[in-house]
């Protein structure tokens, strides 16, 4: 089970979070959006080995969205940032972003 | 077609002249010698500069394609690089839930079409895959539970294959530990039952594959990791490996929960996500559960090994992982719903615990196709579900890459359909999908 630190309720236990899935997929404007962006916006994953961005939702807590950073190799959390701000500048030379 | 290769998969025998065959008298002759004198089931070589076809992953899917490669297409310059050992990956790991009763007909053609192949597959590989027809019997729990199991029961018999209706007696007949009580939380109301379903040994079914393709000149080579993809333009030509660069007119990448890092490695982004899928075993006991129980609606699955261990199935993990471990709350879940339902494995231990990393599609359909790469296949996207389609894939990946063209049964199974939305959604119809 996963020690997860929600950005406003502090550390808890994995049980009470959901995992969203991969961080920062922007949604593409239908209007203008081609099958292939639908396809790489709904279907089409990093799956990274190593560092993840992914969405966390504290659903048994506070009920707020935030992101973090794992390891998926080792589960090791590297950070954890508020719904809308970027990843931590500390990670984006890791991440090669 | 199809029936004809059922047929002459039973009657073909492995042509080699330098294989060991086993039976009843190679047993009888090498107890003489106290076993000291069996042959190694496969050569180990060193790999050569360049092959025809270059299968990635050496787990069952891989090793079964490679066998059909050069059984049924005559492709026999074929190397399958494993990074590891031989079955290493989810194919050692699985629970061997072997089952065809699957709702579309796309799933339920190629689940069919593997087990024909199962039941023939001891004698066409002359090794015994211990394939055991013992039943599966699947759980209901409320009406939602019956019209969905029913709905599977009569799209099933449309497609041929076996599926029945039980009333809770009659599961409790065919399976005496169930607990049929009214106190449950939630009762058992009936249950669909595929007789011809079951379970086989998994390490076996690598090791027979193995067997027979070696001994039709593939080349199998563990602990070789594939660390690259080269690719000429659109077309691919070979891998580099952490034993070198090997050279290839096609690659076919069977890697399971390793698809999306070995896909990235040509360029591709892949549907999948990869997560953990743990199993554990009880200490043995004597023979006390005669076939395979699942429940769907309170997440469990059971069956007993030869050895006389319970072999319980839980559930993923809710994130993506390589990790290999398994969190324990998963398998508490199921083993909360393994002693409601049978009350007599309550003062049981656990003998052993383990994961494995699945690869999931969105719509929990495989695919098994072509790539945008020229001479580069795929074979992915059986996620917590694929073991039983080993034979079947294997089959249909094989002509798919001799041929350059999909088998009519893995046609509808490519990558594209993730862009069209033409989805084969055995997600919403499966649940528990072992
Ligand atoms: C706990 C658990 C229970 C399951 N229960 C069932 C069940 O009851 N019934 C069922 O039908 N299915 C079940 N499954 C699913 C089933 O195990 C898999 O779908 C199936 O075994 C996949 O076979 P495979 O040959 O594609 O993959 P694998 O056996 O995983 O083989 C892939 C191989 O590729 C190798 N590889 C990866 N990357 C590289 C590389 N870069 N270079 C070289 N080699 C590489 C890996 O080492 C691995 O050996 C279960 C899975 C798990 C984990």
Redesign the interface.
Known sequence: ??LITCPWCGPRA??EF??G??AHIARPDPATAS??D???Y????????GV?L?RWWHVHGCRRWFNAA?D????EFLAFYRMGEPPPATLRARLGR | MVNDAYRRGRSAAPSHGTMQRYSIFSLARNALTGHRNWQAAWRSPEPRPAYEVVIVGGGGHGLATAYYLAKEHGITNVAVLEKGWLGGGNTGRNTTVVRSNYLYDESAAIYEHSMKLWEGLAQELNYNVMFSQRGVLMLAHGSHDEQVLKRHIHADRLNGIDNEWLTPAQAKAFCPPLNIGKELRYPVTGAALQRRGGTARHDAVAWGYARGADARGVDIIQNCAVTGVRRDGDRVVGVETTRGYIAAGKVGVVAAG?T??VMAMAGL??????VPLQALVSEPVKPVFPCVAMSNAIHAYISQSDKGELVIGAGTD??????Q?G???IAEHTLEAIVELFPIFSRLRMLRQWAGIVDCT?DRSPILARTPVRGLYVNCGWGTGGFKATPGSGHVFAHTIARDEPHPINAPFTLER????RLIDEAAAAAVAH
Request: aromatic fraction near 12%.
């Open positions: 089970m996963l994995e049980i959901r995992c899935g991969e099958d292939a639908w396809e790489r709904l279907f089409l994953r990093e799956n990274a080995k993840t992914e794992r998926t190799t080792t589960e | 390793h999306s890092v982004r892949m549907p999948i996500e990869s809710q994130y993506v992982s390589y990790g471990r969190s324990f709350h969105p993730f862009r069209t939305g």
